[in-house]
């Protein structure tokens, strides 16, 4: 391969001493004081961040940390990707706004991200350019939907995350967020969603795969249910922040068959799934769907630089000049960081790298299924989550998720907690990982849990 993998050797994570050393601590401490009360990842990785090479970054205290967050997911190739550095150069002195003019940076992005979809799909879709953020682009998925209908009514689903803008979170199952805003968006009706190892019916996790489904299909049809025709159904294929839910495929099939049927826009939302990172370009291949609408944000640009988009049907285009716009929608230098992106996974084949990498972290984390803290490791491709639960009740153990977190950082591993109570360790690794790093890190993961299972069973849970 011809990745960044060429230009480092694999290094093993070291922590000098206690987290946060010194000058981490005066900066959290001077981020604190002047920041919003709202900032979440230093509150439970207390470190301050230096500099990063691929799947690893350096903190103030030259402290070396594997990093399995990879910024929320949007560092597909890894951080400082020699490539996608000098394409982001030399774009830099060429143009880096264009507002919603054509521009050679932009067609050839356009030109990558058609390339990447189904076979006849592309031919169907058009693309929106929406503000820089994975909201702003659900935003405008509700808002294209609402116009060419005539319809007002949203569907989503419990536990599904679509980001913090007031869109946004209305169709978003974390209620934390959402009760201290009064007057959130109307019309937002929520569903069950297929994580069968929690029923949210309370039914038979071995018989219940199409109960969700069937029960969307009865509410939508009943002319005494409620319900008037929605504008959208909205769905992630794996909920992400819910916990790394994959659905399962009859439940994702009859809800398309239904939303087909009753001339429904399907919303999927790519913002973490998209950008390969489930072993294809985009996870509603795996289901052999077809949605109307796809929402894709984080990973496009391959470096951490700030695009979201919009595809969808051309027969959803009733939007009128101006009906959506952004200030940020023509970044120059995410559009040419994203065609070379594309361009690096084709030719080095990252995708087999991805499946191979996801096959290695399941047999590796398959010793889990002895621990009776663990209650599911479950995951597509590079996106993972191993959910902790009380033995005894069955309760999300999310303040034994949350320890083990950190003793995996005090030993050089940065990973990221989700799901109900934050029960429910999760993994992002760069999608060009190696085999070496993915090694390392289960092996830091497994002693982490170990370590902090042992001590909940001393303690008498």
Same mark, same amino acid.
């Given at each position: 391969?011809?990745?960044?993998?060429?230009?480092?050797?694999?290094?093993?994570? &070291?922590?000098?001493?206690?987290?946060?050393?010194?000058?981490?601590?005066?900066?959290?401490?001077?981020?604190?004081?002047?920041?919003?009360?709202?900032?979440?990842?230093?509150?439970?990785?207390?470190?301050?961040?230096?500099?990063?090479?691929?799947?690893?970054?350096?903190?103030?205290?030259?402290?070396?940390?594997?990093?399995?967050?990879?910024?929320?997911?949007? *560092?597909?190739?890894?951080?400082?990707?020699?490539?996608?550095?000098?394409?982001?150069?030399?774009?830099?002195?060429?143009?880096?706004?264009?507002?919603?003019?054509?521009?050679?940076?932009?067609?050839? $992005?356009?030109?990558?991200? *058609?390339?990447?979809?189904?076979?006849?799909?592309?031919?169907?879709?058009?693309? &929106? $350019?929406?503000?820089?953020?994975?909201?702003?682009?659900?935003?405008?998925?509700?808002?294209?939907?609402?116009?060419?209908?005539?319809?007002?009514?949203?569907?989503?689903?419990?536990?599904?995350? &679509?980001?913090?803008?007031?869109?946004?979170?209305?169709?978003?199952?974390?209620?934390?967020?959402?009760?201290?805003?009064?007057?959130? *968006?109307?019309?937002?009706?929520?569903?069950?969603?297929?994580?069968?190892?929690?029923?949210?019916?309370?039914?038979?996790?071995?018989?219940?795969?199409?109960?969700?489904?069937?029960?969307?299909?009865?509410?939508?049809?009943?002319?005494?249910?409620?319900?008037?025709?929605?504008?959208?159904?909205?769905?992630?294929?794996?909920?992400?922040?819910?916990?790394?839910?994959?659905?399962?495929?009859? $439940?994702?099939?009859?809800?398309?068959?239904?939303?087909?049927?009753?001339?429904?826009?399907?919303?999927?939302?790519?913002?973490?799934?998209?950008?390969?990172?489930?072993?294809?370009?985009?996870?509603?291949?795996?289901?052999?769907?077809?949605?109307?609408?796809?929402?894709?944000?984080?990973?496009?640009?391959?470096?951490?630089?700030?695009?979201?988009?919009?595809?969808?049907?051309?027969?959803?285009?009733?939007?009128?000049?101006?009906?959506?716009?952004?200030?940020?929608?023509?970044?120059? *230098?995410?559009?040419?960081?994203?065609?070379?992106?594309?361009?690096?996974?084709?030719?080095?084949?990252? =995708?087999?790298?991805?499946?191979?990498?996801?096959?290695?972290?399941?047999?590796?984390?398959?010793?889990?299924?002895?621990?009776?803290?663990?209650?599911?490791?479950?995951?597509?491709?590079?996106?993972?989550?191993?959910?902790?639960?009380?033995?005894?009740?069955?309760?999300?153990?999310?303040?034994?998720?949350?320890?083990?977190?950190?003793?995996?950082?005090?030993?050089?591993?940065?990973?990221?907690?989700?799901?109900?109570?934050?029960?429910?360790?999760?993994? =992002?690794?760069?999608?060009?990982?190696?085999?070496?790093?993915?090694?390392?890190?289960? &092996?830091?993961?497994?002693?982490?849990?170990?370590?902090?299972?042992?001590?909940?069973?001393?303690?008498?849970?």
């Amino acid at each position: 391969m011809t990745t960044i993998q060429q230009h480092y050797n694999p290094l093993r994570p &070291h922590v000098a001493g206690p987290l946060p050393g010194p000058r981490p601590a005066e900066l959290l401490a001077r981020q604190e004081r002047r920041e919003s009360n709202a900032r979440t990842y230093p509150r439970h990785l207390p470190v301050a961040i230096e500099s990063g090479l691929g799947p690893y970054v350096w903190d103030v205290d030259e402290n070396v940390f594997i990093d399995f967050l990879s910024g929320a997911g949007v *560092l597909s190739l890894g951080r400082s990707h020699p490539e996608l550095v000098a394409t982001v150069a030399e774009q830099l002195g060429r143009l880096t706004h264009g507002l919603d003019f054509p521009t050679p940076a932009k067609d050839a $992005f356009l030109d990558a991200q *058609l390339s990447i979809l189904p076979p006849g799909l592309a031919e169907k879709m058009k693309v &929106h $350019f929406c503000g820089p953020a994975g909201e702003n682009a659900v935003d405008a998925a509700i808002k294209v939907c609402k116009t060419a209908t005539g319809r007002g009514d949203v569907i989503a689903f419990q536990c599904g995350f &679509h980001g913090s803008s007031a869109a946004a979170m209305a169709v978003s199952g974390l209620v934390d967020q959402k009760a201290p805003v009064g007057n959130g *968006l109307p019309g937002v009706h929520f569903f069950p969603y297929s994580y069968c190892s929690r029923c949210p019916l309370g039914l038979d996790p071995a018989t219940c795969s199409t109960n969700c489904a069937t029960y969307l299909e009865m509410s939508l049809k009943d002319d005494h249910g409620g319900i008037a025709l929605p504008a959208a159904v909205i769905l992630e294929l794996v909920q992400g922040e819910g916990g790394v839910v994959p659905a399962t495929y009859e $439940f994702v099939r009859k809800a398309r068959a239904v939303t087909s049927e009753l001339d429904i826009p399907l919303i999927v939302d790519e913002v973490q799934t998209g950008g390969r990172r489930t072993g294809t370009w985009f996870a509603f291949e795996q289901y052999g769907i077809e949605p109307d609408v796809i929402v894709a944000s984080k990973a496009l640009s391959g470096i951490g630089l700030p695009v979201a988009i919009i595809v969808y049907n051309r027969r959803l285009d009733t939007w009128q000049p101006g009906a959506h716009t952004g200030t940020f929608r023509g970044n120059q *230098l995410a559009f040419a960081a994203g065609a070379a992106t594309v361009a690096i996974f084709q030719r080095d084949d990252v =995708l087999a790298n991805v499946r191979a990498r996801g096959s290695q972290i399941e047999g590796l984390l398959g010793v889990l299924a002895g621990n009776s803290w663990v209650r599911e490791v479950r995951g597509r491709g590079l996106m993972w989550g191993v959910e902790m639960a009380d033995p005894a009740t069955g309760a999300p153990a999310g303040e034994l998720a949350r320890s083990i977190q950190r003793t995996a950082l005090d030993k050089g591993l940065i990973l990221e907690c989700g799901g109900r109570n934050d029960a429910v360790v999760r993994m =992002l690794p760069p999608l060009n990982v190696s085999a070496e790093v993915v090694a390392m890190a289960c &092996h830091l993961l497994l002693e982490a849990i170990q370590e902090r299972t042992a001590l909940a069973g001393t303690a008498g849970r």
